[in-house]
């Protein structure tokens, strides 16, 4: 139809699929077949597609994370063939289209591992460590009100840039998922590093990447490596650069902090 | 019933100054006796509940969401509006006020309106001090844009994601109070209807969406910030899991529902492509300021187009035709989206629409890039040109856009007063979850503004007047009202689980989107409307004899979660088409055809129809009752809207 | 805990810790590689055994390599308790299915590995070298005269040319400067990294310097082994008893 390639033609397909019924039981691969798939389909509409036919079959569709489909709410988190979020670089699950796939293929559809991330169902993972390193200090520690001219402070737009690419991370995980050692340094640090980079974050720089440290190691994530693969598979393209401007906050800060605990 | 809007008296300028000073205060050291409950952690929602905590009250905020931050207000790309005046172009408060009642179409409440444009510029300051990374100019302040509707410029933006810059502004603030141990967390909760004691709200009943658990919640008072009802349509722009069931909920516990009718169609989004489609994808209207919309001036050019025939680049300049900037010269490409969109459709209908379907038209950006260089077009919009390009597969800086108009929003919501109370004392709606700012129509922009006025500015002071004639004991849920709110929602899921049919969620789902799209979308007419009542009438008893689920209720179980969405729709969608059928006018997005101008706009009944329509649930499969809060226009003068 | 254990064995302290060693020992190979080339002068190993008296007995080299002996020490531990961590972190259930080689570097996602088998090679090397040397008990060297020094000094030499005719031995010292190449390739990057070295300016120089360092370390260090079994100018001193005379210009061969 509109837009698409008028060549393309519809697709056969074999799903390998990790099905898991909650967290305390085991789960395991299952084959399922999926016929006249679109080329203009949505990797999440294809999936629809499968759940559609299996719930008309009297079977459990497969549960997995979505919302927006437009990639920017961070829910959907799957490992496609071997890669988080799939082939496409930049891209989250749901803006992958079934135009990178061809006919005959085998997609094995995992959902993202790691100690910290357990399974709910199927394809559905558990991210609130996410949430709790947040809470640890992800913020500017203001109170609604009494807040100064937004122009009062000029920052320089270089400056201002760099904090807003580092604040584009969505929380979807694929750094974690993708990460040999399971680190959550990416999305840590490009938190750390967006609010160390504005002046309304220099008050608290030092107890807030000393928290977030802490409570990052405190739910089960691994320690960077400096591998790579991190940045290589985010969908919205978070720089290293972050990792290192985290480092050096949390060394700083550990060093000339008055926090003795 | 006599609807009370409890808007202060006095002059319009001073009204919210001296309702702030007339509304009961709560002692502060009574306020960590009050526990509130906030539903949904959007805009609206987490700001609500930061800035509820941060004055001493213990909130419950509850998502469906694993995380807050997931809220669809993350996904709004354009910017937000404040009457800032920071480019010396001539706006005030008083100009963002006047240009959101016009943009309104003029079925707004002017005080409610007022207030609005006034904490406009503290939202900008605050979430600057949060460290919102807004666009910058080189010398270090704040960058503008323009947006439809306006001729000033008042724009704030994140490159092309400002609603996720301004969502963890407000999801870091809740984050904060919940380290505080002052915002409890439940996260995968759906609310699932509202305690009613005593005609007080007094809370809510839950399912987790994990192990399925039924749960009740006892709090002081009841916020309700769940959004908009645009997956009525099932296609729009909203995210899957957008829904009404909260609203809805509340409504059939005696919430009145406000102009369900109002639903906005936004000119630039991605055409459909198929019969799967689940979702459409909004190309943010900020594109209309450097992007010029046009068809082919000819039906036969356009065939030819849509065959294959020829390419964009065969058809001449003079063979174009930019609609809207030979339609309205003053405000071109920039006029507001309910007028962009119905020209849109018009062009369609008329037979030049293209893309396959020839269901689209083109913004084209080639002038703009010869003038200023791909570079420059790529700074500004780079992720909205990706997004497309990942999902047409087409290089929007080689040819031109393909846009069609798509459900967007719902200015109709849970009608509420000037405190943002709802029918049901203790029960507040805030966001695009009620009716109050919008009018018939809203403006580029101002969603954003709104989420955050209510939830920052608005709600922290109009709650304290509730709680403080409140008696500060504990409240718990020994009540009975609790134990028959969840044999109600027991009995429900039980029921949905147990149909056994034949037909899925999304079937009924769809077939519900394409009757409300046809006969209540972009244009509407009585003997549509009256089709489509019966229509849904009846898909509402085969979806209660026809629904097919599989799993069980005791674990995550989407489908399930789904059908209890789509049944809440199906009663809501034949709210809406009363509501159309009921207003013989048009009016914003409101478009009934037997009402238009000789030109095609849209043509207001300001005598018979300047009133609020709130809907009062009256029993099960029972009309609604209708009643009517008259608008009373003291500022400005109601004329015809004219973008010329 | 006090805030200095509590910093270290936190994930960004360890890493700080295997930056600082890792970055230390770089430093230490480029002063071995340096006193190593000196076995290729044909001067019969008497600038070799110089150096070597030197690395030796000089006060301040004898205190560094204490220092040396805990960086190695330390970026060994925290090398296996940081493997021990992450694999733990990992999770019980590995993907079915991981294309990791398209997001990363073999040599990134392998240094534990790496390090183990630099492990090994070095307890090998150690017990052969070092140990000899500064323990006469282990069996101790032959001494020799070298110019400019007025005491005998033992005959390092002799031992790394005999042990470099045994190809076994040879094998196993060229095919671990290849585990070491792809160690050094992105450790020493890596290094940077961790101490929050990354600029835009800078760390396109830090890289391309760590690529080069990693390949002509390993390689001089693989070419050195290989030269003196191939070739017959290198041979030991045979066993005599007495303390020989070497000069700087005598070239063994025409001896």
Redesign the interface.
């Known amino acids: 139809m509109a837009g698409s390639n008028p060549n393309a033609k519809p697709m056969n397909l074999t799903l390998k699929v990790w099905r898991q019924r909650n967290r305390n039981t085991e789960g395991r691969i299952v084959d399922y077949q999926v016929k006249d798939i679109s080329p203009d389909m949505s990797f999440l509409e294809m999936l629809d597609v499968l759940n559609e036919d299996l719930l008309r079959q009297g079977e459990e569709p497969v549960a997995f994370d979505h919302d927006c489909r437009e990639g920017i709410c961070g829910s959907c988190n799957l490992f496609i063939n071997g890669r988080a979020h799939g082939p496409e670089a930049g891209t989250t699950t749901c803006q992958l289209h079934m135009r990178k796939f061809s006919d005959g293929d085998t997609i094995t559809i995992e959902p993202w591992r790691s100690a910290a991330f357990p399974v709910n169902k199927d394809l559905s993972v558990d991210r609130s460590a996410f949430d709790r390193i947040i809470q640890a200090g992800g913020y500017i520690s203001i109170n609604t009100g009494g807040t100064p001219d937004a122009n009062e402070i000029p920052i320089p737009k270089d400056i201002a840039d760099r904090a807003f690419e580092a604040a584009t991370c969505i929380a979807c995980g694929a750094c974690v998922a993708s990460c040999k050692n399971s680190s959550a340094m990416l999305f840590v640090s490009a938190k750390v590093s967006q609010l160390a980079l504005l002046p309304q974050g220099h008050v608290e720089r030092k107890t807030r990447v000393e928290n977030m440290v802490a409570q990052m190691d405190k739910e089960g994530f691994g320690a960077c490596s400096n591998i790579g693969s991190c940045a290589a598979e985010c969908p919205v393209g978070i720089s290293l650069e972050n990792i290192a401007i985290m480092n050096r906050e949390y060394i700083n800060a550990k060093a000339t902090s008055n926090n003795l605990a | 019933m006599i609807l009370d809007s409890k808007i202060p008296e006095g002059p319009l300028a001073e009204k919210w100054d001296k309702h702030k000073f007339n509304v009961k205060l709560v002692n502060p050291a009574n306020k960590r006796k009050y526990d509130v409950i906030i539903v949904g952690t959007g805009l609206a929602g987490a700001s609500a509940a930061a800035s509820l905590a941060e004055l001493g009250y213990n909130v419950k905020a509850f998502t469906y969401h694993d995380s807050p931050r997931r809220a669809h207000s993350i996904a709004a790309q354009g910017g937000i509006n404040a009457a800032k005046n920071y480019q010396n172009d001539g706006d005030s408060v008083y100009r963002l006020f006047y240009d959101t009642i016009k943009g309104g179409d003029y079925r707004a409440r002017e005080a409610n309106v007022y207030r609005l444009a006034q904490v406009s510029v503290n939202i900008i300051d605050q979430c600057v001090a949060q460290g919102v990374p807004f666009a910058r100019e080189y010398g270090g302040l704040l960058a503008n844009r323009s947006f439809g509707g306006a001729q000033v410029s008042r724009t704030f933006y994140a490159r092309g994601q400002t609603g996720q810059q301004l969502l963890l502004g407000a999801y870091s603030a809740l984050s904060r109070q919940v380290a505080y141990g002052k915002v409890k967390l439940y996260t995968r909760s759906e609310m699932l209807d509202l305690v009613v004691v005593d005609g007080q709200a007094r809370g809510i009943i839950t399912r987790n969406l994990i192990t399925g658990e039924i749960e009740q919640h006892a709090a002081h008072a009841v916020v309700l910030a769940t959004g908009g009802y645009g997956n009525v349509f099932y296609l729009s722009t909203n995210a899957k899991y957008c829904n009404a069931t909260a609203a809805w909920r509340a409504h059939k516990k005696g919430a009145f529902f406000a102009n369900p009718c109002f639903t906005q169609i936004h000119p630039t989004c991605i055409p459909v492509s198929g019969d799967y489609q689940s979702k459409l994808t909004l190309m943010s209207e900020s594109l209309r300021n450097d992007g010029r919309v046009w068809v082919p001036a000819s039906k036969e050019t356009a065939e030819r187009l849509r065959k294959g025939e020829i390419r964009v680049s065969d058809i001449k300049e003079e063979d174009r035709d930019y609609f809207l900037e030979r339609k309205y010269p003053a405000f071109g490409n920039l006029v507001p989206r309910d007028v962009a969109s119905r020209n849109a459709k018009q062009m369609c209908d008329e037979g030049r629409g293209v893309g396959g379907s020839g269901l689209a038209v083109f913004l084209d950006f080639a002038d703009v890039i010869k003038r200023n260089g791909a570079e420059w077009v790529s700074q500004k919009y780079g992720n909205l040109f990706d997004m497309y390009a990942k999902i047409t597969g087409e290089n929007p800086y080689e040819q031109p856009m393909r846009i069609y108009p798509a459900v967007h929003y719902t200015m109709g919501g849970l009608w509420v007063d000037y405190n943002l109370q709802t029918t049901i004392p203790g029960l507040y709606a805030t966001g695009e979850c009620n009716f109050s700012d919008h009018g018939a129509n809203r403006l580029g922009a101002s969603a954003l503004m709104q989420g955050l006025a209510d939830g920052y500015f608005v709600i922290p002071y109009t709650i304290g007047d509730y709680l403080a004639q409140t008696p500060p004991k504990p409240v718990t849920t020994e009540h009975p009202a609790f134990k028959e709110a969840e044999a109600g929602v027991r009995a429900r899921v039980e029921k949905l689980m147990s149909i056994n049919g034949t037909r899925t969620p999304a079937e009924f789902h769809k077939a519900l989107g394409h009757i409300m799209w046809e006969y209540c979308g972009m244009a509407r007419n009585a003997e549509g409307l009256r089709h489509a009542k019966t229509e849904i009438q009846k898909l509402r008893r085969e979806f209660w004899s026809d629904l097919k689920l599989t799993g069980t209720d005791q674990e995550m179980n989407q489908m399930l979660e789904n059908a209890g969405r789509v049944a809440d729709f199906l009663e809501l969608g034949e709210l809406m088409i009363d509501d159309a059928y009921n207003r013989n006018e048009s009016c914003g997005g409101h478009f009934r055809e037997e009402y238009q101008t000789p030109e095609g706009e849209a043509l207001r009944d300001d005598e018979n129809f300047t009133y609020v329509a709130a809907w009062q649930f009256n029993g099960e499969n029972q009309p609604e009752i209708l009643n009517k809060e008259e608008l009373r226009f003291e500022n400005v003068k109601l004329t015809q809207r004219s973008y010329k | 805990m006090?805030?200095i254990t509590?910093?270290f064995s936190?994930?960004?302290?360890?890493?700080?810790i295997m930056a600082v060693t890792g970055l230390f020992l770089c430093s230490f190979l480029v002063v071995h590689l340096l006193i190593n080339l000196q076995m290729l002068r044909h001067d019969g190993g008497a600038s070799f055994n110089f150096w070597a008296e030197f690395m030796g007995t000089n006060p301040v080299i004898r205190a560094m390599e204490v220092v040396l002996m805990l960086g190695l020490l330390a970026h060994i531990y925290q090398g296996l308790a940081?493997a021990v961590?992450?694999k733990?972190?990992?999770?019980?259930?590995?993907?079915?299915?991981?294309?990791?080689e398209?997001?990363?570097?073999w040599a990134?996602?392998n240094?534990a590995l790496l390090g183990t088998l630099l492990l090994i090679f070095l307890i090998v090397h150690l017990m052969n070298f070092w140990i000899r040397s500064r323990f006469d008990a282990m069996g101790g060297l032959a001494e020799v005269r070298v110019p400019n020094l007025d005491h005998p000094v033992g005959d390092l030499y002799s031992v790394a040319a005999a042990s470099f005719k045994i190809p076994w031995y040879v094998a196993l010292y060229a095919l671990s400067q290849i585990a070491l190449g792809y160690h050094l390739w992105?450790g020493f990057?890596?290094g940077f990294?961790?101490?929050?070295?990354?600029?835009?300016k800078y760390?396109p120089a830090i890289y391309l310097t760590g690529y080069g360092f990693s390949v002509i370390v390993s390689a001089l260090f693989a070419i050195i082994p290989l030269v003196m079994f191939f070739s017959e100018a290198y041979q030991p001193r045979p066993a005599t008893g007495n303390t020989v005379e070497q000069s700087l210009t005598t070239e063994p061969a025409l001896r």
Do not use: C, D, E, P
């Not at chain 3, 999770?91 to 990791?100: L, W």
């Open positions: 006090s805030w509590k910093t936190s994930s960004i302290g360890r890493k700080f940081l961590k992450n733990k972190a990992r999770g019980g259930q590995a993907y079915v299915v991981n294309h990791s398209q997001n990363s570097q990134s996602r240094m992105h990057r890596s990294q961790t101490l929050g070295l990354n600029h835009r760390t």
